[in-house]
């Protein structure tokens, strides 16, 4: 069973940065693909990142290409969002996941999930 614990969440300015944090416990952290996704108030949980098992291969949504770059470290059993450029729009709770499908952009793809932690961008 894979854990997932997101950290470094907060209150941000307009154009300000933040790095998310993911670590994980349980099963095999380098075998399984990981993806971030996020979800507003009254919106549906969207894709935001994703990185391969060794970490060569990322994917990004759109709306963050550009500004938000996914890292992961397998000796720490951890996987980074770091944000920049932020935007009123990218205030959201953000989710970690853990999957098996590589590259993978949605929801069901993935088994595995974190508490999420908040992310509110001020203007």
């Known amino acids: 069973q894979v854990q997932l614990v997101e950290s470094g969440g907060g209150l941000v300015q307009a154009g300000g940065s933040l790095r998310l944090s993911c670590a994980a416990s349980g099963g095999t952290f380098s075998s399984s693909a990981k993806g971030w996704f996020r979800q507003a108030p009254g919106k549906e949980r969207e894709f935001v990142a994703a990185?391969?098992?060794?970490?060569?291969?990322?994917y990004y949504a759109d709306s963050v290409k550009g500004r938000f770059t996914i890292s992961r470290d397998n000796a720490e059993n951890t996987v980074y969002l770091q944000m920049s450029s932020l935007k009123p729009e990218d205030t959201a709770v953000y989710y970690c996941?853990?999957?098996?499908?590589?590259?993978?952009?949605?929801?069901?793809?993935?088994?595995?999930w974190g508490q999420g932690t908040q992310v509110t961008v001020s203007s």
């Open positions: 996941a853990a999957g098996r499908r590589v590259l993978a952009t949605t929801p069901r793809e993935y088994d595995y």
């Open positions: 990185i391969s098992r060794g970490g060569s291969g990322t």
